[in-house]
């Protein structure tokens, strides 16, 4: 065998090995900044309610009693036992007795939908009512069932294009994305993918309707929203460079693979979607004069270069929302946007909310930095407000160098930021 033939098949391993390598680097979360809302948070982030504490009924067998009366005037099915139901529920609610008001409100939702049909908005009040009570419990799952439902009523309810509809489906896809922050697994990511084909499905124009700014502004905050996520996963290496590391083989499960394979290819193709979807956004609100919409958009899409490393494409962005905010004399949005540097993804995106029966482990952090004109914390100090707690402390200063902010602007430029101080959690 001769030397040439020898070396070949080592350069052609080295050559797979560094396309793999840059295959990877191309989706590498690590090569992002260190996402604010997953492994540290604001200190002060607003919470449900804490349920008040359980008392004795001493009406129950009074309210069970009226709603016997009802149904004995009107018939089991007869009207205002619904009301009466959804009554008795709030009052055992108010006693902290909530299993008897979920069941209550359970059976004023069935009779509403006897008497009144599958899609009457009498049942919202109950459907509500119990949505909070879950929420404040913790039960996700059964929260997730009662917002699945209100989401099938607003598309009952509301015709395409109209206000309310947009609200509740960016509702609804909040909520997804929340319910896979609190648990993401990188190795089903088909509840991401869902997510994305119903927002490109509903952004998506033909011949015979556009959307009106008014639909495509919050559908496309949320795709950025939803790609912010996506951006951050971690899903693995692909099938095609598993071939070639000779980890391939037959597929145990053909669907999975396919999932992973549009997942990755969507991770490698965010940062160019949602630049594409926030130039159309901005494309759409100039011809619409809408200069607000403007100056907002101009804000997601600066961040959106930031986040993915580019203050260069990202500053005549933030100048034009500046000078955009300016014109309106929206001196308040100038100094609630870019008076002080703010955390990426901004508007804590990335965290999920808890109720306030849930565990919190997580610790307060005081840190001190600044931040340049390029948005890198820079002189970061960190110490906990309970001493014992030094180690996170340490793992709070390497997130903030690892993060990314939005800088402070200064006549629409951005620049320097010293002596910040600001309080976070870590879990």
């Known amino acids: 065998m001769t030397t040439v033939s020898r070396w070949f098949p080592a350069a052609l391993l080295l050559a797979c090995l560094q396309f793999a390598a840059a295959a990877a680097q191309a989706r590498n979360p690590d090569s992002l900044p260190t996402p604010f809302g997953v492994r540290f ?63 209550y409100w359970r059976r004023s939702v069935h009779l509403v939908r006897v008497n009144e049909g599958l899609y009457s908005p009498l049942q919202l009040p109950a ?22 439902y209100l989401f099938f009523l607003a598309r009952r309810q509301y015709p395409e294009g109209d206000p309310a509809l947009v609200a509740a489906t960016v509702d609804w896809l909040e909520w ?3 319910q896979w922050l609190r648990a993401p697994n990188g190795d089903e990511p088909r509840p991401l993918l869902t997510l994305w084909r119903q927002l490109d499905q509903r952004t998506r124009e033909d011949d015979t309707r556009t959307l009106s700014l008014a639909e495509l502004a919050p559908l496309t905050y949320a795709q950025i929203d939803l790609l912010y996520v996506v951006s951050t996963e ?31 290819a969507l991770q490698e193709s965010a940062y160019a979607r949602g630049r594409k979807r926030l130039e159309l956004l901005l494309e759409r609100a100039a011809e619409a004069d ?7 958009a101009n804000r997601v899409l600066g961040d959106w270069h930031l986040w993915y490393g580019s203050s260069k494409r ?38 999920a909310p808890r109720s306030p ?22 002189n970061v100090e960190s110490m906990p407000l309970d001493p014992e707690r030094e180690a996170r402390a340490v793992r709070l200063t390497r997130l903030l160098r690892g993060s990314r902010m939005r800088p402070r602007l200064d006549a629409g430029e951005m620049v320097d930021t010293t002596a910040l101080e600001r309080e976070y959690r870590v879990p």
């Open 41 to 103: 948070h604001a200190a002060q982030l607003p919470v449900a309610e804490a349920l008040p504490p359980r008392q004795s009924t001493p009406e129950e067998d009074a309210w069970e009693q009226r709603v016997r009366e009802v149904e004995y005037r009107n018939g089991p099915y007869g009207q205002g036992i619904a009301e009466t139901l959804l009554d008795a529920g709030n009052y055992f609610a108010s006693r902290g007795d909530f299993q008897n008001a979920l069941s």
């Open 127 to 148: 459907l509500n009512s119990q949505l909070d009570i879950y929420l404040r419990l913790g039960d996700f799952e059964a929260a997730d069932g009662v917002k699945s």
């Open 176 to 178: 997804r994305r929340q």
């Open 234 to 264: 971690d899903f693995g290496i692909d099938r095609e460079t598993e071939m070639m590391l000779g980890r391939g083989g037959a597929s145990a499960d053909a669907a999975l693979d396919l999932d992973k394979a549009q997942i990755q």
């Open 290 to 296: 809408d200069t607000l919409e403007l100056a907002r």
């Open 314 to 351: 990202a500053a005549p962005h933030y100048r034009d929302s500046w000078q955009q905010l300016a014109a309106l004399q929206r001196l308040d949005l100038q100094q609630a946007w870019y008076g002080a540097p703010v955390e990426l993804p901004a508007g804590n995106i990335m965290w």
């Open 357 to 378: 029966l849930e565990a919190d482990n997580s610790v307060t952090v005081l840190a001190r930095f600044d931040v340049d004109a390029r948005g890198r914390p820079r």
